[in-house]
């Protein structure tokens, strides 16, 4: 396999281990509250219900790009799987 396509595939295959996953799902909640919160605040300041919606959209669409991709810094800690054990057929 050449060296373009391994690097797509492994890109594509998006792995990130277990405290990549518990560290998105902080980064989300975190974000996504915070942005709730000051997306109502200034669009009740404006009385505008289209900024309140474009400040949270907006976020969101940021945030999917920060957390949606398999980033290094997600797979830090990745899983050391056991070995395969061979193991004799019996009946022949």
Do not use: Y
Not at 18 to 26: D, M, N, P, S
Request: net charge negative.
């Amino acid at each position: 396999m050449s060296g373009l396509a391994k690097s797509v595939q492994e890109w594509t295959e998006g792995r990130i281990d277990f405290e990549g996953q518990a560290f998105v799902e902080l980064i989300s909640r975190v974000v996504l509250i915070g942005s709730a919160i000051v997306a109502f605040i200034v669009g009740f300041a404006m009385q505008s219900l289209a900024v309140t919606f474009v400040i949270f959209g907006g976020t969101t669409a940021v945030l999917a790009l920060v957390v949606l991709p398999p980033w290094p810094m997600f797979n830090a800690h990745p899983v050391e799987w056991l070995p395969k054990v061979e193991t004799k057929e019996k009946g022949k």
